[in-house]
């Protein structure tokens, strides 16, 4: 079992995140940090989160729309806001698009980016043409916290947990959570020990006394150490921090080649075992006009594209030419590379959010590494990396970033030191002062992903009259959008792709030829009209001949699509003759 102490940090964090400082510093909090104008120079708690995003549904009332889509296992709500122009039409009646962030508890980065983004296009709607044609033709589903009781263990804690905080058997020996890390010297951060041993496999850098470079082969005659994570045995059985809290990988979570824990660790007991992976398929099920997942996580500054859990083989090649244009995209939008999430059978991925959305849901998802600044030499093993890491944090962060090795009695190793990186706001998030530029970055390609979606339009709406009380009605359904309104081969391949329908309702008139409810198949959107001759397959025709039974006769067409939403127009007919 853990530590007397590790257990009273962790039980009187829990009260405090999730029972007392929402009651006593909600308001203080609030009066604080104002919702039109938040620090993005700082990390917020999910309480600090949530504020905001209650505080931007109280100031944007015709934008917003703030709901729970579930709880996590200590009651914690799932908050997600709805964003787009309500006096243009409902939200589900509209092409939507998902972002979330913070599914991993450390990868803090990821959910200021979705607060960040939301707050930019509240902030500018009426002002930039851009962010207002999004919001009044579009729906955003912004979810900043997909796991707000880890996130909030790992900002306001010690732990380095990377996952749900639900208490799980790591190192397969009955007990839950006995052996997480320990911030032994109490400055605030889990970092290493470096242990002399005969055996080790790591030397202090003849370069830099900061620095651990591997030993040789065969390499004898020299002071050899042993890393660990900072800590102690907590259980006994020779191991160091190996059953910390939680364990549950929420991204190995999903159906879609979900696998068992000899495949893949941490996956859960079952696919969809964690509230909040459950509560994210019923919402995805509950709101088929999502047209893509960003799913944000760090670091590494790079974009994880598709394919996530198969070869990338197994994609039509018109689904890969879709989702490389998509990436490259990013690249020029960033700065930054796209790189394919499964490259290597050897390092097999399974259950990931990116690969449910495609193969089961026919979207296509991405995942987004936030934070790329202190790696960006990728040489890590060497010592010119390092000292060009030591040269960073001395520049940016004072030295403040690296703990100096000191020594340290340990009640189990004896002699060792202490030290190393304060990996949490340098290696995975940025230090708070490099925040802002950071979540700036990715608002072009953020907007852009919503903005390609299918889009129906009536167009050409007409009544002629043929006398004797009859009107032939014609039109044309577009779709004006970028993408098809299957979004993918794949939707179509799995038959998840809802087809456009067109439905005539009548008011004092009867229908003489045509069908009250029509199926148009899927209409290309530009990008693949382009590809062709003309514009052929993005639009279609109606027609209908109808006689006036009243004194008020009307008709209304309905074209619906489940991804590029729904549109109506009201014909009177004036009398008859």
């Known amino acids: 079992m853990p530590t007397r102490a590790v257990r009273r940090g962790l039980i009187s964090c829990i009260s405090w995140c999730f029972v007392i400082r929402p009651l006593l510093m909600g308001p203080l909090l609030a009066q604080l940090e104002k919702p039109r104008d938040p620090d993005w120079n700082t990390y917020h708690t999910s309480e600090r989160a949530y504020a905001l995003l209650e505080g931007w549904a109280r100031e944007f009332p015709g934008l917003t729309k703030l709901y729970s889509i579930g709880e996590t296992l200590a009651g914690t709500p799932l908050l997600v806001l709805e964003i787009t122009n309500k006096e243009t039409g409902e939200a589900g009646e509209k092409p939507g698009y998902y972002y979330d962030g913070n599914i991993h508890s450390g990868e803090l980065t990821a959910a200021e980016v979705a607060l960040h983004f939301a707050w930019y296009l509240l902030s500018n709607y009426g002002e930039d043409t851009r962010v207002t044609r999004l919001l009044d033709t579009r729906t955003l589903y912004v979810r900043p916290k997909f796991n707000p009781d880890g996130a909030d263990i790992a900002l306001t804690t010690e732990q380095n947990l990377r996952s749900t905080p639900r208490p799980y058997d790591e190192d397969g020996d009955g007990a839950l959570d006995e052996d997480p890390g320990n911030d032994l010297d109490g400055d605030g951060s889990i970092t290493q020990m470096r242990v002399p041993s005969a055996t080790g496999l790591w030397k202090v850098s003849a370069a830099d006394r900061r620095v651990m470079v591997r030993r040789g082969d065969g390499e004898v005659g020299g002071e050899f150490y042993a890393l660990y994570s900072e800590g102690v045995d907590d259980d006994g059985d020779g191991l160091f921090n190996e059953d910390g809290v939680g364990g549950i990988d929420m991204n190995r979570n999903f159906p879609r080649n979900w696998g068992l824990e000899f495949e893949q660790r941490g996956a859960g007991p079952f696919p969809l075992s964690e509230p909040e992976t459950r509560a994210t398929i019923e919402f995805f099920s509950s709101h088929g006009n999502i047209t893509g997942v960003f799913h944000g996580h760090t670091s590494g500054g790079f974009l994880f594209r598709l394919p996530s859990t198969t070869s990338w083989d197994d994609f039509s090649l018109s689904d890969q030419n879709l989702i490389l244009e998509m990436s490259r995209k990013y690249e020029t939008t960033t700065g930054q590379r796209a790189i394919p999430s499964y490259s290597n059978p050897r390092v097999h991925r399974y259950g990931t959010l990116i690969s449910w959305s495609y193969w089961d849901f026919g979207v296509v998802g991405f995942v987004p590494e936030f934070w790329g600044g202190f790696g960006r030499d990728y040489d890590s093993d060497g010592e010119i990396s390092q000292a060009e890491r030591h040269r960073w944090n001395e520049e940016e962060l004072s030295g403040e970033g690296f703990a100096d090795w000191a020594p340290y009695s340990h009640p189990q190793l004896g002699r060792v030191e202490i030290g190393g990186w304060r990996s949490k706001f340098t290696r995975q998030n940025p230090p708070p002062h490099l925040l802002r530029g950071e979540l700036e970055l990715y608002v072009p390609w953020m907007m852009w992903l919503a903005e390609i979606s299918p889009r129906i339009v009536l167009r050409d709406v007409e009544a002629t009259r043929l006398g004797s009380g009859l009107f032939r009605i ?44 029509t199926e148009l198949g899927h209409l290309l959107g530009s990008r693949d009209a382009q590809r062709q001759t003309g514009t052929a397959g993005a639009r279609r025709t109606i027609e209908y001949v109808v006689r006036v039974t009243g004194s008020d006769p009307r008709v209304t067409i309905t074209a619906r699509s489940e991804k590029g939403g729904t549109v109506r127009r009201e014909v009177p007919l004036g009398g008859g003759g």
């Open 474 to 517: 014609t039109g044309v359904v577009e779709n004006e959008g970028y993408l098809p309104t299957n979004i993918t081969q794949r939707a179509l391949d799995a038959e998840v792709a809802v087809p456009v329908r067109v439905v005539l309702e009548l008011t004092d008139a009867e229908l003489v030829s045509g069908s009250p409810r």
